[in-house]
């Protein structure tokens, strides 16, 4: 399976954008790149996910690099709340018969820390 | 505002005994997950089904652990006998697998397991 790599952890101020970027150089042509969150005692929270295209929803935007080797999430204002740990995913196409889609292999991710 | 539902949150349990945690996914929805983590191993995949039958529990082990669907309302995980080692937050993770795209996980809040 591609791996992800992403920083351990990172320091953001209120109200600022927060940028968390994911190294993916392994990545295959039919790999899907999906973000979750994991606020403290909470399960994980689906972020957005996007294959070639930057993508945006009401949470975040994820902006992909040309050649997908890389991806950085963008949280546009960063509140308080979005203090968590956030994961950088892989996750292959669904095949055409409808099965085979496994499940989410969450690495480490990024511990982010929002300082008012 | 539909949402994963688990049961127990908190179970304490001695070593030895019978431990069954209880998932109810999302109405509608067709796949469901069960994750474990540690402050050691992180997120791991368990086991999943997908309209209730099992598609892979290479996660599990299998001595102990068993995982299945009565109906599409719940789904279960059994641990028998319990280990000190399974002390764990074990998430349920529902999705609607649809042919060709890609499916977004909601997990619940969490079964906190201490074996003692």
């Known amino acids: 399976d591609a791996k992800t790599t992403q920083p351990n952890s990172m320091e953001s101020n209120e109200e600022e954008p927060v940028h968390l970027p994911c190294n993916h150089s392994?990545?295959?042509?039919?790999?899907?790149i999906h973000w979750y969150r994991q606020l403290p005692s909470q399960g994980p929270e689906y972020v957005i996910h996007g294959l070639t295209s930057n993508v945006n929803n009401r949470m975040a935007s994820l902006a992909i690099a040309e050649d997908r080797k890389s991806s950085t999430l963008i949280l546009h204002r960063a509140t308080l709340r979005d203090a968590a740990v956030y994961y950088c995913i892989l996750k292959p196409q669904e095949y055409p018969s409808g099965g085979g889609a496994d499940g989410l292999t969450f690495g480490k991710g990024t511990h982010l820390i929002i300082q008012p | 505002d539909a949402r994963v539902t688990q049961t127990p949150r908190h179970k304490v349990t001695e070593m030895g005994q019978e431990v069954t945690m209880r998932c109810q996914p999302i109405?509608?929805?067709?796949?469901v997950f069960w994750y474990r983590q540690t402050m050691m191993q992180g997120l791991e995949l368990l086991a999943y089904f997908r309209n209730r039958a099992p598609l892979d529990d290479s996660g599990m082990p299998k001595d102990r652990f068993s995982a299945e669907m009565p109906d599409a309302t719940l789904a279960t995980l059994k641990i028998q006998p319990s280990e000190p080692r399974d002390s764990a937050v074990y998430f349920c993770?529902?999705?609607?697998?649809?042919?060709?795209?890609?499916?977004?996980?909601?997990f619940g809040p969490g079964t906190r397991l201490l074996v003692l």
């Open positions: 993770a529902s999705g609607s697998a649809r042919a060709r795209t890609q499916e977004t996980q909601y």
């Open positions: 109405l509608g929805h067709n796949t």
């Open positions: 392994t990545i295959s042509g039919t790999d899907y």
